[in-house]
């Protein structure tokens, strides 16, 4: 059993930064590849990035390419989700997700293939 905790949402100013944060509890972090997902009112959720579990493979939707850094700190098991440069269209409740993975370098982008997810945290940015 994985417990997933994100934090660090709020209200910022269309072209500033947020950074979330995920923290799992359990001492088998390593063992999962970590998404972030969000969805918006009225819409249903997407994809946003994934990493692997080594944190040396990574993956983003394209409307947050360039903009947006996942990484993770296997010794605090936790990941991150930089995000600069945010538009209205990146408000959402953002919500990570851990799946188990046998290799150690694989991603997943398929919400339904995670086996767990935290409660979500909502990011708002003004226009």
């Known amino acids: 059993q994985v417990q997933l905790v994100e934090s660090g949402g709020g209200l910022v100013q269309a072209g500033g930064s947020l950074r979330l944060s995920c923290v799992a509890s359990g001492r088998t972090f390593r063992s999962y590849a970590m998404g972030w997902f969000r969805q918006a009112p009225g819409k249903e959720r997407e994809f946003v990035a994934a990493i692997s579990r080594s944190g040396r493979t990574t993956y983003y939707a394209d409307s947050v390419k360039g903009r947006f850094t996942i990484s993770r700190d296997n010794a605090k098991n936790t990941v991150y989700l930089q995000m600069n440069n945010l538009k209205p269209e990146d408000t959402a409740v953002y919500s990570c997700?851990?799946?188990?993975?046998?290799?150690?370098?694989?991603?997943?982008?398929?919400?339904?293939?995670?086996?767990?997810w935290g409660q979500g945290t909502q990011v708002t940015v003004s226009s």
């Open positions: 997700a851990a799946k188990y993975a046998a290799l150690i370098e694989q991603v997943t982008l398929i919400a339904a293939s995670y086996d767990y």
